[in-house]
């Protein structure tokens, strides 16, 4: 069945059942593999992305459940990684193994729309469901505050 989504500000029609879960129509069929396969039950957050500026599990999100709305993915957070979030994780030095990091970027990004200037307790709250097997909970947090001040016009 074909299927007309809008990702990263393009529409992409793609032959797959409407219940082929977003992530593997994102990787497989859109070439955007930004986006990562972690558990395939939406508890560790590696597949996350935006579907109309609300987190969403993209592996336990069927495909026709994003028709007529809006997706990003970490390819279209920004098109040279200048968004505030990619910015602060890069000035910290965030990442260690990287697996995570694009769905860790999504949550915080989607954390900042709603809470520009977040406490640690809102950090804490909103990002608990993104696991991190290299534990950079602290580095995480840390550049959550720092995008806040770079969005908010600090240097």
């Known amino acids: 069945m074909a299927l007309t989504l809008s990702v990263n500000g ?3 029609t793609v032959d797959v059942e409407p219940e082929t879960p977003l992530l593997w129509v994102l990787r497989d069929n859109m070439g955007l593999v930004g986006t990562k396969y972690g558990c ?22 069927q495909a026709a459940a ?8 970490i390819e279209g957070l920004s098109p040279n990684s200048t968004h505030p979030v ?16 694009s769905g860790q970027i999504m949550a915080a990004a989607a954390l900042l ?7 640690d307790g809102d950090i804490d709250a909103e990002m608990e469901l993104n696991l991190c097997r290299c534990g950079t909970y602290q580095g995480i947090r840390a550049a959550i505050h720092r995008a806040a001040a770079i969005a908010g016009g600090a240097r």
Do not use: F, M
Not at 113 to 119: E, S
């Open 66 to 73: 994003a028709v007529g709305k809006t997706v990003t993915t």
């Open 10 to 12: 393009r529409n992409y």
């Open 40 to 61: 395939g039950i939406a508890r560790c957050g590696a597949c996350t992305v935006h579907i109309d500026g609300q987190v969403a599990r993209s592996c336990a999100t």
């Open 86 to 101: 990619q910015v602060a994780w890069t000035e910290l030095d965030v990442p260690q193994c990287g697996y995570c990091q």
């Open 113 to 119: 729309a709603k809470r520009p200037r977040p406490t």
